[in-house]
């Protein structure tokens, strides 16, 4: 698809502010909706992976302060996984550049069907598992407590699994690397189910740590030119204007609902990012 | 209002006042506030200066070529390439040094977020987490001066 440069900038910023108002309203950083919307308007992978970069980092740093303040992030979970995603991180960046774009397209698609299934999974109820604490997190003093305003209740919980958690973060951390996203999809799911924290504070706490995983490889995709101001700029600001309408729609609207609408654009952009991995060329 | 009064009123009222979060292990209330503080300003600084860099596009019309998207990675681009007039530039207000100058302040937040909380963990005496924020963060300046510096040439 070729445009002529205001139509193209109208189409990119609309569609980063939907990416960033549905990725807060699901938890996400939104990468994965800008990836697959920048391949679908013909700009180079490879520039898209470095705009979605920039946009998390955006998204992270705007839902962070918010959730720091209500202290539903925990600092030290936060802490203790970020030395796993952050390795896993450069790690992943440092292989994408021996990737091609058709690998890098599959492997994209990959990663947002696995996200949906992840969601379906999780479902509206989740709460967290209450499980054994682990040793190490006992030591750490990693458990923590919140005030669940919709609830009024303070909610106390434990963190087990930590061995588990700590290496799935470094896959999310990996991926976030590999495709410039910020793997929220993976972590929250990933606190949730293994390390059994309440959905509330796994999300707070994933988005206390997309950012810092971003950054951990966003030097290198600078270095490489993937980070054009023309492509990352309005998409940062559109995808921050965007996190700010979902985080005040997030109140109004039905979980379910906006699950629903998330996993069926999921699959949707799963089916554009395999489209072009077949007809992009393995450059 | 004393927490006294403020428990007759909520008696009164017979419904809950929203109480604060408890202050649990890992929870320094005065640093926490700071620390989102810092993420809130900055981001909005951010957010500014992305927005002058896309009006200040608009008007120059310097950004049409990314728009059309005729434009690929170019390893060492700038401002690493051209680092000397990088600032001789953003003086000067071009959209390119405009916007790659809030791009650059916008990687810096995630660091000055870890930063934050080491400095949350030091005044709590806790250096097992004082330690590990450390680490994250030479890992993440170590990844950063490796691209920089390593990976593109």
């Known amino acids: 698809m070729t445009l002529a440069p205001i139509p193209f900038l109208s189409l990119l910023f609309g569609g980063s502010i939907v990416a960033g108002a549905l990725g807060a309203l699901v938890g996400v950083g939104g990468g994965i909706i800008i990836v697959p919307l920048l391949t679908l308007l013909g700009v180079d ?15 992270s740093s705007g839902a962070a302060a918010a959730y720091v303040q209500d202290r539903l992030t925990n600092l030290r979970v936060a802490i203790f996984l970020e030395m796993f995603t952050s390795t896993g991180a450069l790690s992943g960046a440092v292989i994408q550049g021996f990737a091609s774009t058709r690998v890098l397209s599959f492997v994209f698609a990959g990663i947002l069907l696995l996200s949906g299934v992840g969601m379906l999974l999780r479902g509206p109820a989740a709460k967290g598992q209450v499980g ?7 030591r750490l003093r990693m458990e923590g407590e919140f005030h669940d305003r919709a609830t009024g209740r303070d909610v106390p919980y434990q963190v087990s699994h930590l061995a588990l958690g700590s290496g799935l973060m470094f896959v999310a951390g990996n991926v976030s690397g590999l495709l410039g996203i910020g793997s929220g999809a993976l972590k929250v799911p990933a606190m949730d189910l293994a390390l059994g924290m309440p959905i509330k504070a796994s999300s707070a706490t994933s988005d206390f740590m997309i950012g810092v995983t971003a950054a951990a490889s966003a030097g290198i995709y600078f270095a490489r030119g993937q980070i054009q101001p023309a492509i990352a700029a309005p998409v940062a600001l559109g995808v921050l204007l965007g996190s700010l309408v979902g985080t005040r729609l997030l109140g109004r609207l039905k979980s379910g609902w906006v699950r ?21 060329g393995s450059a | 209002m004393s ?12 419904t809950p006042l929203p109480r604060p979060a408890p202050t649990a292990p ?8 700071a620390l989102g503080q810092t993420l809130r300003w900055g981001t909005v600084i951010v957010g500014a200066l992305l927005a002058v860099a896309l009006a200040l596009a608009l008007v120059d019309g310097g950004w ?12 060492g681009s700038p401002p690493f390439a051209h680092l000397g007039h990088f600032w001789e530039r953003l003086i000067d207000l071009e959209p390119d040094a ?13 660091p000055a977020r870890v930063l934050l909380a080491a400095g949350i963990f030091f ?21 950063n001066l490796l691209g920089i510096f390593v990976l593109h040439r």
């Open chain 2, 64 to 75: 049409a070529n990314g728009w059309t998207h005729a434009v690929a990675p170019s390893p």
């Open chain 2, 123 to 143: 005044e709590e005496g806790d250096h097992r987490y004082l330690a590990f924020s450390l680490i994250t963060l030479a890992i993440v300046l170590a990844s």
């Open chain 1, 260 to 280: 629903g609408v998330f996993i069926a654009v999921l699959c949707a952009m799963a089916a554009q990012m395999v489209l072009h991995g077949l007809f992009a």
């Open chain 1, 132 to 138: 054994k604490p682990d040793p190490w997190a006992k």
């Open chain 1, 45 to 59: 992978v490879r520039l898209a992976l470095g705009a979605s970069l920039i946009s998390v980092i955006a998204t």
């Open chain 2, 3 to 14: 927490g006294g009064a403020e428990r007759l009123r909520e008696g009164l009222r017979g």
């Open chain 2, 26 to 33: 890992g929870h320094s209330p005065n640093l926490e506030v």
């Open chain 2, 98 to 110: 405009v916007g790659i100058f809030a791009l650059l302040v916008l990687l810096v937040l995630p």
